[in-house]
Structure formats: structure tokens, C-alpha cells
């Protein structure tokens, strides 16, 4: 029953949504914008938290080993929850809804709910600030950029960002937890 509803729920949603993410989208009509974004977004594919793992140990020594695998085993986590989810509450892209949304960049997968980069920029920034809060002021802009660019790029609703963002901050939060007990 759930699943029949869903799809009038979220065109309902994606409806008022829509007004939203298109001015969020038209600032990418500007070059320097529109660029920043993408890099953002391309580096929130994995790059950036691939490197960051990769360096932890560098910078902080063999310490950080233990960090960056828990780091690594909470992200393959998050790809699990986030592609589960993608799968059954299937809600189109807004550039697939709706023509006054672009696309400025080519999507990993079809469907926007939730936002799996966000959900990663949210986890690995959360983790980070537990593990090693001195980054904070580099990593938190960004996970946010990250999360902005979801929509500047006509890729996600604003409310795909959010259930990223408390779906990563949950896992995270929920790692962090089961280390600790």
C-alpha cells in the first residue's frame, strides 16, 4: 500500500518543490558557478572521501588506520541504505519532471531520494568531527557545497538533500555509537 501511494506523493511534493529548484538551478547559468559545482560534485563521487581516508595515516599516522577503515565501513554502509531506498521509493530527477530543471552534470543512477551524496558528505564530516574535529573547518563547507551543488546541478529536490543529510548524520551518529559501546 505504501509503495502505490508513494509516487502521487512525491509528484505532489515535486510540484511545490520545483519552484524552488528552479532559480537554485538558473544560478548555474553562470560559468564560474556552474563549474564550481560540478568539481564539487565530481570530488563528492567518492574522490574526496577516498583521499581523505588515504591520508588520514599520512598526516596523523598509524593511528588513524583504525579511523579511516571505520570511516570506510560506515560509507559502504551508507551506499547499502542509500541504493536500497533509490530502488523502492523510485522518485524521478527533477530534470526528468520537470523541463524548466537542467541537468548540468550526468547523474550516477536514475532516481534522486535521498541525495547519496549527501548522505556521505554528512557521515564522513560527522565522523571526522568525532575523530579528528581539527578538520572540521575544512571538511563542514565542503559537505555543504556538496550538498547545494545536489540541486544547483537540477539533480535533486531540496528534500532529497535532506533525508541525505539526516539519513548520513543518523548512520554516522549510529557508527559512532556501536565503536563505542
Known amino acids: ?26 544560478a548555474a547559468r553562470f560559468p564560474p558557478v556552474r563549474n564550481y ?3 564539487v560534485s565530481r570530488l563528492g563521487d567518492g574522490v574526496a572521501w577516498y583521499t581523505l581516508l588515504a591520508t588520514l595515516p599520512l598526516v596523523f599516522g ?13 560509507g559502504l554502509a551508507g551506499v547499502g541504505i542509500y541504493r536500497f531506498l533509490k530502488q523502492r521509493l523510485v522518485r524521478e530527477r527533477p530534470f526528468h519532471s520537470h523541463q ?3 541537468a548540468l552534470v550526468r547523474p550516477l543512477d536514475r532516481y534522486s531520494f535521498p541525495s547519496g551524496h ?11 568531527a568525532h575523530y579528528y574535529p581539527q578538520l572540521l ?14 540541486v544547483v546541478l537540477g539533480l535533486h529536490y531540496p528534500t532529497d538533500v535532506l533525508a541525505g543529510a539526516l539519513l548520513g548524520w543518523l548512520l554516522a551518529a549510529s557508527s559512532l555509537a556501536l565503536c563505542a559501546a
Open 1 to 26: 500500500m505504501l509503495e502505490s501511494s508513494l509516487p502521487a506523493a512525491f509528484a505532489r511534493l515535486d510540484s511545490l518543490e520545483v519552484r524552488l529548484c528552479r532559480p537554485v538551478n538558473s
Open 62 to 74: 598509524t593511528g588513524a588506520l583504525r579511523p579511516g577503515l571505520h570511516m570506510a565501513l560506515t
Open 118 to 128: 549527501t548522505l556521505h558528505a554528512v557521515s564522513f564530516t560527522v565522523m571526522l
Open 100 to 102: 524548466s530543471v537542467r
Open 37 to 39: 559545482f560540478a568539481l
Open 137 to 150: 573547518w575544512l571538511v563542514a563547507p565542503f559537505a555543504a557545497s556538496v550538498a547545494l551543488s545536489r
